[in-house]
């Protein structure tokens, strides 16, 4: 993906489009639960990035000037 996204944006640029990859961390979800139990570990929502915090990281980063071009956003929770 890190690579097409990579050809998309140097093919595009010249058409004003700007192409971000977002890499969330585990992330507090319904899934992640699952994927705990599958794990056989504990679940503790609190030790992941909130599903909140990882749409507002990428408004903020769709809210940017037109001059700024953030490439690539990696989220990850704090601690």
Do not use: C
Not at 14 to 39: D, K, L, N
Not at 41 to 52: G, V
């Amino acid at each position: 993906m890190r690579a097409l996204a990579d050809a998309l944006r140097q093919e595009e640029a010249e058409h004003g489009v700007r192409v971000t990859s977002v890499y969330p961390g585990r992330t507090a979800t319904p899934m992640q639960e699952r994927v705990h139990r599958q794990e056989g570990q504990e679940y503790d929502a609190a030790r992941f990035i909130t599903p909140d915090a990882v749409a507002t990281t990428i408004l903020a980063a769709l809210d940017l000037p037109r001059d700024a071009h953030l490439t690539d956003l990696t989220v990850r929770p704090q601690g």
